[in-house]
């Protein structure tokens, strides 16, 4: 499945760049992350918890950053394994623009799941990741604005 997305956040294109690598924010943006630990150059080791539907697991996984253009654009790969649960697999390229009023950030995101989450169905999945993709954006956005209380 594919998501799209569009946030014009308050600040300049650096500090959203930053941001963008900065573990702490990310941890702090991701919905359900409990740990997050690495570099953007060595790539993160994740811990997330999440409940999807019925089914509830923490999931594991790997995190990475790929086609990094400085101050422009990256791909943001992540695999979580949830044991029985089954698996996760997503990616987005992001991009950034300078735009009146700050950085516009345009993501492009692909989901794969499989195991008993494949099971619930596309139409659960779907609104799933389309949740977790918004909560990320919104969360993201409130940090760099230095809104975290929102």
């Not at 499945?1 to 990310?26: Q, R």
């Not at 150059?41 to 999440?50: N, P, R, S, Y």
């Not at 654009?73 to 390229?93: P, Q």
Request: glycine fraction near 14%; proline fraction near 3%; include cysteine.
């Amino acid at each position: 499945m594919e998501l799209n997305g569009t946030k014009v956040i308050a600040a300049d294109i650096d500090t959203v760049w930053a941001h963008l690598n900065n573990p702490e924010t990310l941890k702090a943006c991701i919905p359900g992350c409990e740990e997050l630990t690495g570099s953007p150059e060595e790539g993160f080791a994740a811990v997330v918890k999440q409940k999807v539907g019925p089914v509830k697991a923490t999931f594991k996984g790997e995190v990475t950053l790929e086609n990094v253009v400085p101050g422009q654009s990256y791909t943001i790969t992540g695999e979580g394994k949830g044991g029985v649960a089954g698996f996760a697999k997503g990616s987005a390229d992001v991009v950034l623009a300078t735009v009146e009023g700050g950085t516009e950030l345009t993501y492009t995101a692909q989901a794969k799941v499989g195991g008993k989450l494949a099971q619930l169905g596309s139409r659960i999945i779907g609104g799933f990741a389309r949740k977790m993709a918004d909560e990320f954006f919104e969360r993201f956005q409130n940090t760099v604005e230095g809104n975290e209380a929102a």
